[in-house]
């Protein structure tokens, strides 16, 4: 089967993010004041063949954890679909 991911690595709550807050700061000068709580992150796409949904999410899982994402600032989101 063929899947396509798309796996979202974004900072922790806990751990600065000086981009984010940079943008914020920047929306607030052009006049988008309510804006708040501003992170940056990474999105990443890809095709992915595998037997199984389950096996296709493990396969996923190890690549988030040991190369998409640093563990120690990061947490990510895996979406999968079946094309």
Partial sequence: MN?????TVMPQKEILDPQG???Q???HQI???TVND???G???EFNIEAPTESEALEKINLASKDLLANMI???YKIDL???
């Fill in 38 to 40: 501003v992170r940056i």
């Fill in 73 to 75: 600032m990061e947490d």
């Fill in 31 to 33: 006049g988008l004041g």
């Fill in 42 to 44: 990474k999105s990443i």
């Fill in 81 to 83: 679909k079946i094309i």
């Fill in 25 to 27: 700061h920047a929306l």
């Fill in 21 to 23: 807050k940079a943008v």
């Fill in 3 to 7: 899947f396509k991911a798309k796996v």
